[in-house]
């Protein structure tokens, strides 16, 4: 009875991996088919009055580059207004205060808006900057992005009609190849950029606005219910509830704005818990209210499938565990044996994860031999990190369904000066007990899995154990080096 209840409680977990890939691939092909779809820009476009909001906390490291790059951008001044949406509590408030002295001394028209609370955190203080923003165009900046001169010129063309609502442009990266850390999450990020946005938005599907790196109509705000607080995705929250709404997206793929990646596997893991758990409670705030609308099917349906695609996380983690016993039972009974040759659905789900990365390089790289090279190396690491990440994420997903709430913590900058960052507290041991827990227990299954000859499970148990130890290795190098 035991035995059937762990291949029944595996395969119906595997199930939803498999939907998953399945996600997955229809998406890719999305992408592959409309690929050649071109936007009809609006070269014509007036420039209109336009607010820059810059959110920022605690931000010493990087706030002077983003207010150089904001003074360097070619818009005329008496169209422009910049808020600098300031909630620090240490010397980034001073930093601030003074270079915006001396852009209002250059003839900016610049607020420096410091709130003494961070009530709803970055939604709090988009919000408060909103009610005083007196233009009709919004741009986004977080602190680490580094904006070019012609960027609002370039991005306010995708405003093609009265129904666009946002534009966003795509994230690149100042520090790409800093570490492996790095490149796994540039990798992981260039596959959203590049095939996500750029395949949901041509195919006429949802996309989210990221956070940053983006102009928003300001009646499209106000419209769809301003900010809310009420997620730690303010900005999925806000994407989706205006496009139920009726209010049209565009992305621009060939407009890059580089940004900071996290060095330090804590700020990673920050950053990644936030974006979990936020897209679990945006998907319980808005799924219903997803399919109630008057929409086509495969806009619900490709919509459904971005607001549930963090669960994966625990889908994996499960499987991943309740595969061990059931490679026990695999290699102990031959009970099974008609069922376990699906097994070779393992193999097809990293195929279709391989050739989603794949695509993703060869569109950035442009030459099929130089993505086939990076690949190699870029795909392995991104999965890796992905499994590593299984618990923590994990936890987000249970208590963003619990519905715990939990601040939001900001992902720690540091430029590239260097050095130690002391944003980043040093992290504790104790706070990596469950994954070196599970790096012994995949590498227990992984020396099993060569016992028995069991070369299925073998590969997925090795990449299990890695993926926990690349961030037990990462935790160590960051706490050796404070």
Known sequence: MLEHGIVILYYFFFFFIILFSIGQLALLITFLFNRKKEYHLNKTFELP??????PVYNERFVIER???????????????EIQVLDDSTDDTRTIAAKRVEQLKTLGFNIQHIHRSNREGYKAGALQNGLISASSDYLAIFDADFVPYPDFLTDTLTYFTDEQTGMVQTRWGHLNAMQSLLTRAQATGLNNHFIIDQEGRNKGGYFINFNGTAGIWKKECIVDAGGWNSDTL??????????????????????????????DRISAVRTQQFRWTKGGVETSKKLLGKLWKAKLSLAVKLFGSFHLLNNYIYAFV?????????????KNTSTEFDQLFKWNTIIMTVMLINFLYCFTAILVDKKKFIAALI?????????????????????RAIFQGILGKKTA??????????????????????????????????????????????????????VLMFSGFGFVLWSAWSETSEN
């Open 66 to 80: 983003l207010l150089d790059s904001v003074e360097r951008l070619n818009y005329p001044k008496n169209r422009l």
């Open 317 to 329: 983690l499960i499987s991943a565990l309740l595969s061990v016993p059931l490679m026990f039972v």
């Open 233 to 262: 995705t303010e900005d999925l929250d806000l994407s989706y509830r205006a496009q139920i709404k009726g209010w049209k997206f565009n992305y621009c793929p060939n407009i890059i704005i580089p940004a900071e990646l996290p």
């Open 374 to 394: 990076e690949v190699i190396t870029a795909f392995p690491l991104a999965l890796i990190l992905s499994l590593g990440m299984s618990y923590h994420n994990t």
């Open 408 to 461: 939001f913590i900001r992902t720690p900058k540091i430029s590239e000066s260097g050095g130690i960052n002391p944003y980043l507290k040093t992290p504790g041991y104790k706070k990596y007990t469950p994954e070196l827990l599970l790096f012994l227990y995949f590498l227990f299954a992984a020396c099993s899995g060569i016992y028995f000859k069991d070369f299925g499970f073998l590969i997925y148990h």
């Open 49 to 54: 009055s336009l607010t820059i909001q810059l």
